[in-house]
């Protein structure tokens, strides 16, 4: 049980495009949904937090302009990085949870580099 | 937010040999998890331990709430322990920088 499905594994795409990343609980309803991003040899940092039906929560030092998160029901949530250049190219892992005392569930993560 | 503290950051153990893993918080938790992230990137979800002891198997897991601190054990380790392993605490799971442990032969 709890399985978090993440799509898709791995992004090429060119300087200026828009990518979107899914991120779905299969056999959990997910009250919060979260997402992370990963550097090479670094830490996962806590980009945002979502709530289905709210706008997310971003932490300091995220562009939510650019990094787009919709959680528009409890088993999906989805990250939109707009106009994508290099700097932007890193893991990102999404998470789930089903309830505030409850473990977060992590995606596979989906690499993306852009050229 | 909470900061976390792991050590050591680097580990190298001969295979069959036990080990700590330790996790520092600035503040209290709620939520506490341990993870395994291996080389493809998966994040393998150990121990959800806000408190108290838990085991699977040859691992463990101890977490002291009053005074912040989580430690996960690893007995007669095996290569495939090998990996970073990350905790992260709080709300929203903040991670600490990670143990990057190498089992060798």
């Known amino acids: 049980g709890a399985v978090v499905s993440q799509h898709p594994s791995w992004v090429i795409c060119k300087s200026g495009t828009s990518v979107k990343i899914e991120c779905r609980s299969l056999?959990?309803?997910?009250?919060?949904m979260f997402w992370y991003r990963q550097f090479p040899k670094q830490s996962l940092m806590l980009m945002a937090t979502?709530?289905?039906?709210?706008?997310?929560?971003?932490e300091q030092g995220v562009e939510k302009d650019k990094f787009l998160i919709n959680h528009a029901s409890l088993t999906l949530s989805t990250l939109t990085v707009t106009s994508a250049h290099p700097e932007d190219s890193s893991f990102y892992i999404c998470?789930?949870?089903?309830?505030?005392?409850?473990?977060?569930?992590f995606g596979d993560g989906t690499r993306l580099s852009i050229l | 937010g909470i900061q976390v503290e792991q050590s050591p950051p680097d580990l190298i153990l001969q295979e069959g040999a036990n080990s700590t893993l330790r996790c520092n918080f600035s503040?209290?938790?709620?939520?506490l998890q341990w993870f395994h992230q291996n080389p493809w990137g998966q994040l393998i979800n150990l121990f959800y331990i806000p408190s108290g002891t838990k085991q699977n198997g040859r691992l463990s897991a101890t977490t002291v709430a009053t005074e912040r601190y989580s430690l996960l054990y690893i007995s007669s380790s095996q290569t495939t322990d090998s990996g970073v392993y990350f905790c992260?605490?709080?709300?929203?799971?903040?991670f600490g920088k990670g143990t990057s442990l190498l089992v060798t032969p």
């Open positions: 056999d959990f309803q997910a009250t919060t």
């Open positions: 998470s789930a949870r089903e309830g505030i005392s409850q473990p977060q569930h």
């Open positions: 503040d209290s938790v709620n939520n």
């Open positions: 992260g605490g709080g709300y929203a799971l903040n």
């Open positions: 979502s709530n289905e039906g709210s706008k997310a929560t971003y």
